[in-house]
């Protein structure tokens, strides 16, 4: 199991900008992969990015694919989620998520640790 710790959610408006931020508590060198996932209410959990610790490979969901980009920081086992020109169905809880093992792209189950979300609100 990996402890993970997000920050940086909050209130923007629409057209803005947030970085997301996902603290590890285990050393980067034994997970496999970290991603991000979202929540709106009423609504499942759904894929939003993710990245291959060694090789560095990401994969996004389509239809964020050219708004959000996710990175990695080797020096503080973290991984970042910046998001560009959000829009107000942007709003929901993100999640940060990891997993030692390869996985399937995008399906949150197969990931074993979780941490506890951070609302992310874009205003019309």
């Known amino acids: 199991q990996v402890q993970l710790v997000e920050s940086g959610g909050g209130l923007v408006q629409a057209g803005g900008s947030l970085r997301l931020s996902c603290a590890a508590s285990?050393?980067?060198?034994?997970?496999?992969?970290m991603g991000w996932f979202r929540q709106a209410p009423g609504k499942e959990r759904e894929f939003v990015a993710s990245i291959n610790w060694s090789g560095g490979n990401t994969y996004y969901a389509d239809s964020l694919k050219g708004r959000f980009t996710i990175s990695r920081g080797y020096a503080k086992d973290t991984v970042y989620l910046q998001m560009s020109s959000l829009k107000p169905e942007d709003t929901a809880v993100y999640y940060c998520?990891?997993?030692?093992?390869?996985?399937?792209?995008?399906?949150?189950?197969?990931?074993?640790?979780w941490g506890q979300g951070t609302q992310v609100t874009v205003s019309s």
């Open positions: 285990r050393r980067t060198f034994s997970i496999y992969v």
């Open positions: 998520a990891a997993d030692t093992r390869r996985l399937r792209v995008g399906v949150p189950t197969d990931f074993g640790s």
